[in-house]
Antibody, heavy 120, light 107 residues
Framework: QVQLVESGGGVVQPGGSLRLSCAAS????????VHWVRQAPGKGLEWVAF????????LYADSVRGRFTISRDNSKNTLYLQMTSLRPDDTAVYYC?????????????WGQGTLVTVSS | DIVLTQSPATLSLSPGERATLSCRAT??????LAWYQQKPGQAPRLLIY???DRATGIPARFSGSGSGTDFTLTISSLEPEDFAFYYC?????????FGGGTKVEIK
């Protein structure tokens, strides 16, 4: 069955960097568009980044563009989010998610999330 | 960016009652809208996509309708496990955006 497992969250100082990982199983990552979505404590959902199937065409929210990079390693079936210049308002649970397919940007499967806390 | 406004913010109902949740977009998004359910400490779960198509494994008591700027999620008869947060999301334009959410709580 489809499973997404995030890791790499933790506490980081403002200005620091962190790389999140999302290990996928039950499907081939290369065949689907994938996203990162975050949720600040007690708040709603915010889309962060997208990478098209086959690893082409990345898109980012304005709030993270130039600081975050989405990538994947198809040999490991793993998605990444490299985060730099972190700010306190980046504090959130970060979810990776797989699209439903057919080119529809709806998020059918989600990981359990990993918490990133940016604080001094 | 397309802003999605969900109403009400909180819906207080009893099990067995009908729930009607609204999502309004700042511009037409055709039928390019999804609904998600999220329970505390859990990831969101896709319920409805393309405004009215149920995702795999979603019970028939969940239904979606609407097009253009106004959308509705209806839960025909609330089960105890349906008390949760609900979010709408549009895919018509980048960036993808979510509504602020509706909390369905037990009355």
């Amino acid at each position: 069955q489809v499973q997404l497992v995030e890791s790499g969250g933790g506490v980081v100082q403002p200005g620091g960097s962190l790389r999140l990982s999302c290990a996928a199983s039950g499907f081939t990552l290369n065949d689907y568009g994938v996203h990162w979505v975050r949720q600040a404590p007690g708040k709603g959902l915010e889309w962060v980044a997208f990478q098209r199937f086959e690893g082409s065409n990345e898109l980012y929210a304005d709030s993270v563009r130039g600081r975050f990079t989405i990538s994947r390693d198809n040999s490991k079936n793993t998605l990444y989010l490299q985060m730099t210049s972190l700010r306190p308002d980046d504090t959130a649970v970060y979810y990776c998610a797989k699209e439903i397919g057919g080119g529809y940007h709806y998020l059918e499967y989600w990981g359990q999330g990993t918490l990133v806390t940016v604080s001094s | 960016d397309i802003v999605l406004t969900q109403s009400p913010a909180t819906l207080s109902l009893s099990p067995g009652e009908r729930a009607t949740l609204s999502c309004r977009a700042t511009q037409s998004i055709s039928t390019h809208l999804a609904w998600y359910q999220q329970k505390p400490g859990q990831a969101p779960r896709l319920l409805i996509y393309e405004a009215s198509d149920r995702a795999t494994g979603i019970p028939a008591r969940f239904s979606g309708s609407g097009s253009g700027t106004d959308f509705t999620l209806t839960i025909s008869s609330l089960e105890p496990e349906d008390f949760a947060f609900y979010y709408c999301q549009q895919r018509n334009n980048w960036p993808l955006t979510f509504g602020g959410g509706t909390k369905v709580e037990i009355k």
